[in-house]
T-cell receptor, first 111, second 116 residues
Framework: SQQGEEDPQALSIQEGENATMNCSYKTSINNLQWYRQNSGRGLVHLILIRSNEREKHSGRLRVTLDTSKKSSSLLITASRAADTASYFCATVDYGNNRLAFGKGNQVVVIP | SAVISQKPSRDICQRGTSLTIQCQVDSQVTMMFWYRQQPGQSLTLIATANQGSEATYESGFVIDKFPISRPNLTFSTLTVSNMSPEDSSIYLC?????????????FGSGTRLTVV
């Protein structure tokens, strides 16, 4: 089943700019995760934020979580051409280990 | 984190035939997950495979179409049976984090299936 839903976005930005993408979900979650997928291959885990956390950083990534609005955002700062990929949010509900994915955002970083 | 070897990476198959996809994990894991990603779409969970028990299928997916084996804690297969062009997708396996559900999941590199 699908859970997190991003605003359908296809971002095209210049190298060095910031990229922001959003995600919304419907249920009561244990945590929310962001993944990157290059060219339809396997997914790479980027960052996880727990339901009791509001903001988290990892390198050039910043994720926020607003459980009252059931939404999250992912910010990539100082983007690079190598950041060109599809980005997905996914949620894990309490009581199970299954990831429910949102629609995804296509990000293109122009050198 | 675990490392997953998924095979084949891609295949082109005739309609009506079946394809078996394999995932080998370099460590023992309790649960393995199988996803389908249709062209341009997000990932949809097909089923959860536990060793020693029948796989648990999500709504819209049935065992006759997607039989799964889980003979041990490091290996699983997904078969796409009696294929039609609508089965053309990327299929991915996944395992949860080493330290439980609060850590990221690891994915295989995917199998890109085209049914002609």
């Amino acid at each position: 089943s699908q859970q997190g839903e991003e605003d359908p976005q296809a971002l095209s930005i210049q190298e060095g700019e910031n990229a922001t993408m959003n995600c919304s979900y419907k249920t009561s979650i244990n945590n929310l995760q962001w993944y990157r997928q290059n060219s339809g291959r396997g997914l790479v885990h980027l960052i996880l934020i727990r339901s009791n956390e509001r903001e988290k950083h990892s390198g050039r990534l910043r994720v926020t979580l607003d459980t009252s609005k059931k939404s999250s955002s992912l910010l990539i700062t100082a983007s690079r051409a190598a950041d060109t990929a599809s980005y997905f949010c996914a949620t894990v509900d309490y009581g199970n280990n299954r990831l429910a994915f949102g629609k995804g955002n296509q990000v293109v970083v122009i050198p | 984190s675990a490392v997953i070897s998924q095979k084949p990476s891609r295949d082109i198959c005739q309609r009506g035939t079946s394809l078996t996809i394999q995932c080998q994990v370099d460590s023992q894991v309790t649960m393995m997950f199988w996803y389908r990603q249709q062209p341009g779409q997000s990932l949809t969970l097909i089923a959860t495979a536990n060793q020693g028990s029948e796989a648990t299928y999500e709504s819209g997916f049935v065992i006759d179409k997607f039989p799964i084996s889980r003979p041990n804690l490091t290996f699983s297969t997904l078969t796409v049976s009696n294929m039609s062009p609508e089965d053309s997708s990327i299929y991915l396996c996944s395992v949860d984090g080493d330290r439980g559900p609060n850590y990221g999941y690891t994915f295989g590199s995917g199998t890109r299936l085209t049914v002609v």
